[in-house]
């Protein structure tokens, strides 16, 4: 079936954007077509791109290739085999220091609706459009004869799919996955929860942050003006900065702890772990468990972030408690419709959060809401620092790491967003 576009709105297919909305084809598609595979067409009839219809969403067609195309099996197979390679090129995968990454991730690598995660020899995958679901048996039949993994668990269990009228499936695919699936990230060991954690077990896209925290909190402490005793070796005299090993951080939206962990097992002395999750909170404890924490450094406190850190707003002996505050919170604008009600709650969030960070101190604060650009999160920011009385210094920000990598086609994906700020009293 070949589907036309108007005459004023080929542009964005001709220049590789993967979307082809609604309003943009000539006349409506017979509903029937839900979930199948479409041509789209300039008005001339020149055929621009090969991808599946969504009659019930305003993103109609989702392209998998620009040009005419067959899309089966073997199509499949060499589209998921080149996303592979290239997380290889990126140093990821068996035999390496980091076997928990992402392979695909959608539009960015030709293959809108799938996620397909590693966490060695385990994958987990996601669907969220129907087209994409038709094609789920394919899918296993690839990954069994590319990867050989002990487990496929599918995780399409997101809300997205109740609008391409499909339901919301968690499944054991193949084998049989251990309770917490063991991978390496940067050297260290983590574990993920692929049946009962959240999103596919495991925020990997954090892995460039874990790795800069652990840097961070590795640094030498010292008051201006100490010196080092290879400077002083030397004979140079060289000032340092003072460092952050040693460092009391507050995780909050902690999930896993994973992120916690990397400052721990950099050089921090303690962190304290909060979220709302109880089976979050397990995993935090597990990580503990399995790099032998115990309570006098790792802490875990069930609670809502919101309540909490109004609590600790009325405590004056919270101000500047601690020396790292990591705030991470779910996507709070997860539409245009969220923008208003999602700034507010980013603004009170990073208020309340700054409160407690020591002069001196660093507020790592991250986004992963697509619709709250870097510039509307630093205005927050500033709005923040405003009503507190601080002053905010951007050191650095960290992006979503590569292996979830924002096409130039797509800029749509690119999400997450920390900034890591100093904070001066």
């Known amino acids: 079936m070949v589907l036309k576009l108007r005459e ?8 590789r954007h993967p979307w082809v909305f609604s309003g943009a084809l000539a006349t409506r598609p017979d509903p029937e077509l839900h979930g199948r595979l479409v041509h789209v067409a300039a008005a001339d009839g020149r055929i621009l791109g090969t991808g599946t219809y969504s009659a019930n969403v305003s993103i109609a067609v989702r392209l998998f290739e620009f040009g005419p195309a067959t899309i089966d099996r073997g199509w499949l197979a060499r589209r998921i085999a ?6 290889r090129l990126l140093g990821y995968g068996p035999g390496t220091d980091t076997t928990g990454y992402r392979v695909v991730f959608g539009e960015s690598d030709g293959l809108p609706g799938l996620v397909l995660d590693r966490f060695g020899d385990v994958l987990v995958f996601q669907l969220s459009t129907a087209g994409m679901d038709a094609l789920r048996e394919d899918l296993i039949d690839v990954l069994l004869d590319q990867f050989q993994p002990q487990a496929i668990v599918e995780r399409s269990d997101v809300s997205v799919r109740r609008e391409e009228g499909l339901n919301e499936v968690t ?4 084998g049989e996955p251990p309770q917490l699936v063991p991978f390496r990230e940067h050297g260290v060991e983590l574990l993920a929860d692929v049946l009962g954690g959240q999103k596919t077990g495991f925020y990997l896209d954090q892995k460039d942050l874990r790795l800069r925290l652990r840097a961070l909190t590795a640094h030498v402490p010292g008051a201006p003006g100490a010196t080092s005793s290879a400077s ?3 004979g140079a005299g060289v000032t340092r900065a003072p460092g952050l090993k ?4 507050l995780n909050l939206f902690a999930h896993s702890g994973s992120t916690g962990l990397a400052a721990l097992l950099g050089g921090a002395a303690s962190v304290h772990n909060v979220d709302s999750s109880a089976a979050g909170l397990e995993l935090c404890r597990a990580h503990a468990d399995l790099h032998g924490l115990g309570e006098d450094r790792f802490t875990v406190e069930e609670a809502d972030i919101f309540q909490w850190l109004t609590a600790a707003a009325d405590q004056a002996s919270s101000a500047g408690q601690y020396d790292i505050v990591l705030l991470d919170p779910p996507a709070l604008i997860k539409s245009q ?5 999602g700034r507010r709650a980013y603004h009170f969030l990073n208020r309340a959060a700054i409160r407690l960070v020591r002069d001196g101190g660093l507020l790592v604060t991250s986004s992963c809401s697509s619709f709250f650009k870097e510039d509307d999160f630093a205005f927050e920011l500033r709005r923040a620092t405003v009503a507190v009385g601080v002053t905010l210094h951007h050191l650095e920000t960290v992006r979503q790491s590569a292996d979830h990598p924002p096409s130039i086609y797509f800029p749509e ?5 920390t900034l890591i700020c100093q904070v001066t009293r």
């Open 246 to 249: 040693g460092a009391r951080v």
């Open 413 to 417: 994906a690119m999400y997450l967003k």
């Open 337 to 341: 419709r969220d923008a208003e009600q």
């Open 171 to 174: 499944s054991l695919r193949h």
């Open 232 to 234: 002083s070796a030397a």
């Open 82 to 87: 080149e996303a592979d390679a290239r997380r």
């Open 8 to 15: 004023d709105r080929a542009a964005s297919s001709a220049f």
